[in-house]
């Protein structure tokens, strides 16, 4: 079965950092494009940043808002996914879900992924 279980979210002040989690259990990990993505209150779900399966290359790609301050990062020995945010802004207030899926398909867009977790919220506030 699989699973998927972020961590690590919580309230920062604008400028600051934060490292998200994702805790993945029940597939192969390589077999799997992962992703991020963030839903704020009254909005459609986004893709943040995605790596395709081994299979596809593991490409890494970035939405344009946080290029250059978001960095996703895989470890295969811990089975975990995580996303490092820098240089926070108040806009990237938001729940943020990873996901997992065997689909090939654009890795920013919600179709690719058939396995979601629960979400970390993150707040940039002063």
């Known amino acids: 079965q699989v699973q998927l279980v972020e961590s690590g979210g919580g309230l920062v002040q604008p400028g600051g950092s934060l490292r998200l989690s994702c805790s993945a259990s029940g597939f192969t990990f390589d077999d799997y494009a992962m992703g991020w993505f963030r839903q704020a209150p009254g909005k459609e779900r986004e893709g943040v940043a995605g790596?395709?399966?081994?299979?596809?290359?593991?490409?890494?790609t970035y939405a344009d808002s946080v290029k250059g301050r978001f960095t996703l990062s895989k470890d295969n020995a811990k089975n975990t996914l995580y996303l490092q945010m820098n240089s926070l802004k108040p806009e990237d207030t938001a729940m943020y879900y990873c996901?997992?899926?065997?689909?090939?398909?654009?890795?920013?867009?919600?179709?690719?992924?058939?396995?979601w977790g629960q979400g970390t919220q993150v707040t940039v506030s002063s």
């Open positions: 996901a997992a899926g065997r689909h090939v398909g654009p890795p920013l867009w919600t179709s690719t992924y058939e396995y």
């Open positions: 790596i395709s399966s081994i299979g596809s290359g593991g490409f890494t």
